[in-house]
């Protein structure tokens, strides 16, 4: 009789601990949702293949989510798992070759964007210009909000390497946009 009552009362911890993993883990999707769709957004620039990256990230998450000690860190240790998930995506991936001699490649790109383009499209472009190495430290830092730590913490870096990254990607990108500003001016006449 005794074996029996000890029995239930495990199995009864047993639905409470899940049940506490559940809200905790709906808590966690729910405040960080958008923050991981607008990044997959931004790594793939596909709706339907940020939607996966943001279903896979949430699947791992929840898969893993008693690794997480500390809920204020769950916003980096998410995007962090986002990266992982988009890397994951070119590792299973195998691009068909093609012969780049079949096709007419200009060798440079036009001086001019059309009219047409925003301002925030023409920023788009000069970030998407940046190498890597400075574009993703400077878009964790502006889109996701994260600090230098949080951003050495995610990328595996020193803290004062990405704080150079993200001076030096600002500096470019200031360079690009007053460049753009200067060949424009040029163009509409300005000396």
């Known amino acids: 009789m005794m074996k029996q009552f000890f029995r239930k009362k495990s199995a009864e911890t047993s639905v409470s601990v899940d049940m ?14 958008k923050d ?69 490649i200009p060798d440079h790109e036009p001086e001019t964007s059309s009219l047409g383009d925003s301002e925030l499209s023409q920023l788009s472009r000069l970030l998407q210009q940046l190498s890597p190495e400075y574009r993703e430290p400077l878009v964790l830092q502006v889109m996701a909000g994260f600090n230098g730590d949080e951003i050495a913490n995610i990328l595996g870096l020193n ?28 163009h509409n006449g300005r000396p």
């Open 20 to 33: 506490n993993k559940q809200k905790r883990y709906e808590s966690l999707v729910r405040a960080w949702h």
């Open 36 to 104: 991981l769709y607008r990044y997959a957004y931004w790594l793939c620039h596909d709706p339907h293949i940020a939607e996966d990256l943001v279903q896979e990230t949430c699947l791992r998450a929840w898969r893993s989510l008693d690794s997480l000690k500390d809920d204020s860190a769950a916003k980096a240790w998410l995007i962090t798992i986002l990266r992982r998930e988009n890397a994951r995506r070119f590792e299973r991936k195998q691009l068909d070759l093609v012969d780049l001699d079949e096709y007419a």
């Open 159 to 186: 803290r004062n390497t990405v704080m150079t990254r993200l001076f030096r990607a600002r500096n470019q990108l200031k360079d690009s946009i007053e460049k753009q500003t200067e060949r424009r001016g040029q």
